[in-house]
């Protein structure tokens, strides 16, 4: 119950094309937070998201909370060769805690 | 600032053997997470410290595994005795923990442990 899933799996796009991945939830979350990890490296932190609705961005990549808190999608617009790795959603286990766990992630790869 | 530090970047062992696995947190951060990761099972959380203390250690494995930190700058993850599915890529993180914020996870650059 404490899990979450991410879709797709895998993602290949040209260079300059978008990308977005989503995280789901069966329960209601309290935060998500999401990370990225180039290969071969480790996890980074991107952002995290409190609010229901809420929109961040970063530069090319759109973070946004669905309206009743069970779903998160990342989107990158215009996708750059910088941008591969691989994109994890994270919750807390009992979702007040730090025991965060990940969703199994996405992995993208841009053609040039 | 240092970031989160661990040792061995690569270690190489044999079925059997003992492997202890260190980490050294951020200064100042008083949680701390030791995660494994594997092709088929993704990144896994194994234990949780909070102030030294553990928190949660319901995804560490099995008897074979135990971690402990004795001080607020220092973890170990210790597996005695290695096994060749015990073959992944543990990493450390860190975090201020703040009863009204969830902080990000600072990881470290990860042990890569291979056991023949």
């Known amino acids: 119950g404490q899990q979450v899933m991410q879709i797709p799996q895998y993602q290949h796009v040209q260079e300059g094309e978008d990308f977005t991945t989503y995280c789901n939830s069966s329960t209601t979350l309290s935060n998500i937070q999401w990370y990225k990890q180039r290969p071969g490296g480790h996890p980074v932190f991107l952002i995290q998201l409190v609010k229901s609705g809420e929109v961040k961005k970063q530069k090319r990549l759109t973070f946004q909370f669905g309206e009743a808190k069970k779903n998160s999608s990342l989107h990158i617009t215009a996708t750059q060769t910088t941008d591969v790795g691989t994109y994890f959603c994270s919750r807390s286990r009992d979702n007040y805690g730090q025991n965060f766990v990940f969703g199994p992630g996405t992995r993208l790869s841009v053609l040039p | 600032d240092a970031g989160v530090i661990q040792s061995p970047r690569h270690e190489v062992t044999e079925m059997g053997q003992e492997v202890t696995l260190r980490c050294k947190p951020i200064s100042g951060h008083n949680s701390l997470f030791w995660y494994r990761q594997t092709m088929m099972r993704g990144l896994e959380l194994l234990i949780y410290?909070?102030?030294?203390?553990?928190?949660?250690d319901s995804g560490m494995p099995e008897d074979r595994f135990s971690a402990k930190m004795p001080n607020a700058s220092f973890s170990t993850l210790k597996i005695q005795p290695s096994e060749p599915r015990d073959s992944a890529v543990y990493f450390c993180?860190?975090?201020?923990?703040?009863?009204?914020?969830?902080?990000?996870?600072?990881f470290g650059n990860g042990t890569r442990l291979t056991v023949t």
């Open positions: 410290f909070n102030n030294n203390v553990p928190i949660d």
């Open positions: 993180a860190s975090a201020l923990d703040r009863s009204s914020y969830n902080s990000p996870l600072h």
